[in-house]
């Protein structure tokens, strides 16, 4: 029973703290496996603190095994059973902030049966910890991680709300902020009050000599409102021996009230292992690891994507395998498809760092294609991608609560002949509606004139041209702005992951003109596209589906209960693209044990032709679109697409 991992008398210590042999035996058979991956990234990092610090790590853990509740340990065994439950075509996820969706955490509770309905089985609420008061970077500077809002209710609130979703299926998932916390925590409290324990959770600084060093190569997250990336505080000085009133230089990536941890610093870990392990047995299944690519400095570097981050994921994700095997890691890094994937991990990492991973880069050629009616550069965008492991899977979306970065590759560009910096500049006139014949409403957002980067926020509706048309009432240009919403969200649901609706996409809401009437809101225009939810709305759209908002609604419940019973959605499962002869089409090929699903996406408002027979060489003579289902007789000469047209093909004898 003993862990080979363990000295015998560790070991021998941790048999001693079970009365049951049959959990001792859990425990134990858990440390063998996931032990060895914790250990040896920990000597990675920490090198001659390691072994002491697994020991601590193990107190912590086993205190988590013993408090952890009788039916999330059942939970457990049943995703040990069913590891690649979040690979499942059933997973739908949706995306909303607490008090916007339902005003409590106990208004979310009476409004499940709204979301059961709409088939989701994914539930991620924005950061609901406690932040601090006032600007919060919209709850992403938290002050505490052990209590939630107040004006949201408690954690046995937040414990009851994940009892009732997981009873009907649906997964609870929250936001974990790694790379800072803000300014009025206690350990950024007790720093400024001097104690050395807790300076060195922070990267603090007496003078600007290694500040401005690191500046040379750092980049602005936030140029127009935190420019620069360390903060003076006079409160911060030298420990405590400084004299009163001594000031110093913080590491402040995002905000000026946020403060940059010292992941260099083994009790920072232990911290968080205690942390995420007090949540999972509150309820938590899934772990949206925020600004993870930035918690490892590095001098000389961008200070993103670091091999001691994915060292120091892994070990978090081996901690929580032990204790809470029904948890997952989902990666918030949005960086280059060749810094991505390592998120996901690679070479020894493989498989073994987070379970999931956003695929921004599939929502930023989702609206270039839909602007530009041109899918060649998402093509080559999508080939360039290095494949996932096969046990992880992708975060897939139309749009988040953030803003949208016009993240297109220089090299993905010359490849098709255009130049990068030129379309990036037309995506942002197209989207903040400044291009002539646009069908856009969006904002600019956080534009750098030194890069010329200006981000675009905005709702999908407003975005897809909904909002304009219907000022104008033009009954045709509503329509299409109808099917652009259902094309860009079939994509994401038939792409291989867990589609993520972000709330009131399903209903087609648009901008929040309103957003800066809220002071702490005002200078944030992200806000305009994180409006509350429309549940008048809700409810018209079930009685009145012939309105632009009820066929979106419509469409998408449609579209995910196809997406449930069709296997060839598996996440393990690669989408590959296919050579289109038409660059307004989009084909994708995924290779299933029950045979192809060709996908066929018109992201133009023209009716296209296509040559049957490039159809027929993946699918044979007849074919069944699982979408309408309809049958095709490939053998005729070409198919017709209709406007903004999406299909699921598999061979008619599939469906038999």
Not at 302 to 322: D, G, K, W, Y
Request: proline share 5%.
């Amino acid at each position: 029973m003993p862990s080979t991992l363990l000295k015998p008398e560790v070991a021998e210590r941790l048999r001693l703290a079970f009365d049951d042999d049959r959990d001792a035996e859990t425990f134990f058979l858990r440390l063998d496996r996931y032990g060895p991956e914790l250990l040896d990234s920990l000597r990675a990092v920490y090198r001659e603190r390691a072994d002491v610090l697994l020991e601590r790590l193990l107190e912590i853990m086993l205190h988590a095994y013993h408090t952890r509740p009788a039916d999330l340990k059942r939970l457990d065994e049943a995703r040990l059973l069913s590891p690649d439950w979040l690979q499942s075509p059933r997973m739908v996820g949706y995306v909303a902030y607490a008090d916007r969706f339902a005003g409590t955490l106990r208004g979310v509770q009476t409004h499940v049966d709204y979301l059961e309905g709409l088939g989701v089985t994914y539930l991620h609420l924005m950061p609901l910890l406690r932040p601090r008061d006032g600007e919060n970077d919209g709850g992403y500077a938290v002050a505490d991680y052990r209590s939630v809002r107040p004006d949201l209710g408690s954690l046995d609130d937040l414990s009851a709300l994940a009892r009732d979703l997981r009873s009907r299926g649906i997964s609870l998932v929250l936001d974990l902020v790694l790379n800072h916390v803000a300014r009025e925590h206690e350990w950024a409290e007790r720093a400024r009050a001097g104690e050395d324990q807790y300076r060195d959770y922070f990267h603090l600084f007496a003078d600007r000599g290694l500040p401005d060093a690191y500046e040379t190569t750092l980049p602005e997250v936030f140029p127009d409102f935190a420019p620069g990336n360390f903060t003076w505080d006079p409160e911060v000085g030298e420990g405590q021996d400084a004299e009163e009133g001594a000031g110093g230089w913080v590491w402040t990536t995002f905000n000026t009230y946020q403060w940059d941890l010292n992941w260099g610093n083994p009790d920072v870990l232990a911290e968080f292992v205690d942390i995420i392990l007090n949540l999972a047995n509150r309820g938590v299944e899934v772990f949206r690891l925020d600004a993870i690519a930035f918690i490892w400095k590095r001098l000389g570097t961008n200070s993103q994507n670091q091999p001691e981050v994915h060292h120091l994921t892994r070990a978090l994700r081996a901690a929580a395998r032990i204790v809470a095997p029904a948890v997952a890691f989902k990666a918030e890094a949005i960086v280059a498809p060749g810094d991505l994937i390592h998120y996901l991990g690679s070479g020894t990492h493989h498989g073994r760092v987070s379970d999931m991973a956003y695929h921004n880069s599939l929502m930023v050629q989702l609206w270039s294609s839909l602007a530009s009616r041109d899918t060649r550069l998402m093509e080559e965008a999508l080939r360039a991608f290095p494949p996932k492991p096969a046990n992880t899977t992708w975060g897939l979306y139309v749009r988040c609560h953030d803003d949208i970065g016009w993240a297109i590759s220089d090299t993905d560009a010359a490849r098709v002949g255009i130049s990068g910096p030129g379309h990036r500049h037309f995506l942002s006139d197209f989207y903040s509606g400044e291009f002539p014949g646009s069908f856009a409403r969006g904002l600019v957002f956080q534009f750098n004139p030194a890069t010329g980067d200006r981000r675009i926020s905005g709702s999908a509706a407003s975005l897809a041209g909904l909002e304009t048309a219907l000022e104008d009432g033009d009954e045709i240009q509503i329509e299409l702005a109808v099917q652009r919403l259902l094309l860009l969200h079939t994509v994401i649901l038939g792409f291989g992951g867990v589609p993520l609706l972000y709330m009131g996409d399903e209903l087609a809401l648009p901008n929040d003109s309103g957003y800066a009437d809220t002071t702490e809101h005002a200078a944030d225009n992200r806000w305009v596209h994180r409006p509350r939810m429309d549940w008048a709305l809700a409810q018209e759209v079930q009685a009145h589906p012939d309105t632009p908002a009820g066929q979106v609604n419509a469409g998408l419940r449609c579209r995910i209960a196809v997406r449930k019973g069709l296997p060839h959605l598996h996440a393990s499962i690669e989408s590959s693209v296919i050579a289109s002869p038409d660059p307004r089409v989009l084909l994708l090929r995924r290779d299933h044990p029950l045979g192809v699903l060709l996908e066929i996406y018109n992201f133009s408002e023209e009716r296209v032709v296509l040559p049957a027979f490039l159809l027929r060489s993946h699918l044979g003579e007849d074919a069944h679109d699982a979408l309408s289902g309809s049958a095709l007789h490939l053998t005729r000469p070409t198919l017709t697409l209709t406007p903004y047209r999406a299909m699921w093909l598999t061979a008619a004898e599939v469906n038999a």
